[in-house]
């Protein structure tokens, strides 16, 4: 089966850093997606993992372990435009071509003053 | 990034009519489109994956003949609802598959297409 978890809510202050969690279980695992999707706007890609550790870009960095089924996206010096729901996708079968991505249900951020 | 747009934006109709939504993949060809549905609060649910040229490829409980998807060239995918009751009504997203380097693959978004049944 299938299963991706993230926490459904978190509020975090302006300026601070935040780090969301996301834990997988899929059948077979060939790269991990990060997703921002502001409130009636369709996703768009922040990031994509598909080896262990850490790859960072600019504000955002997201991080994955393969062995843990386990990656975080890591927002830091937060601004008030960073709130949104941020969606963690796995592609779990191999690249052949036709390889959708699994969403999990998404993380609701709200950024405070 | 690349860009895919979709249309309409929006779309009001009556139960019983057909609507349909383009996906274009506006600065890049995609040989594969994704068709993706999403509730209110819900995260975004597979429809069918759309091949250039070949059959959709439908997610189990997407009914085929209800949601009707073309991919008739490299830059255009549509999805037409048949026959739309209220329960169709939902926020339709389009997404286009552009390769990168090795294996590396993303998948842009379209705007979205917001349906609403009366």
């Known amino acids: 089966g299938q299963n991706i978890d993230q926490p459904t809510e978190m509020t975090a202050t302006e300026g601070a850093i935040v780090q969301i969690n996301c834990t997988y279980q899929?059948?077979?695992?060939?790269?991990l997606f990060w997703y921002q999707q502001h409130a009636g706007e369709a996703p768009t890609f922040l990031s994509y993992n598909v080896l262990d550790g850490l790859e960072e870009k600019g504000r955002f960095s997201s991080f994955l372990s393969r062995s843990k089924g386990y990656s975080y996206l890591l927002l830091k010096e937060l601004q008030m435009k960073d709130s949104a729901s941020y969606l963690c996708a796995v592609r779990d079968r191999g690249f052949s071509g036709n390889t959708p991505l699994v969403f999990g249900k998404g993380t609701r951020l709200s950024v405070i003053a | 990034g690349a860009v895919v747009s979709q249309h309409p934006s929006r779309v009001i109709c009556k139960s019983g009519t057909s609507v349909k939504i383009e996906c274009r993949s506006l600065d890049f060809q995609a040989t594969t489109m994704f068709w993706y549905r999403q509730f209110p609060k819900q995260s975004l649910m597979l429809m069918a994956t759309s091949n250039e040229g070949s059959k959709a490829t439908y997610e189990q409980g997407v009914e085929k003949d209800k949601f009707l998807i073309n991919h008739a060239s490299l830059t255009l995918s549509t999805l037409t609802v048949t026959s739309a009751h209220p329960e169709d009504s939902s926020f339709y997203i389009c997404s286009a598959r552009l390769l990168g380097r090795g294996t590396q693959e993303t998948q842009y978004f379209g705007p979205g297409t917001r349906l609403l049944v009366l």
């Open positions: 899929t059948s077979g695992f060939n790269g």
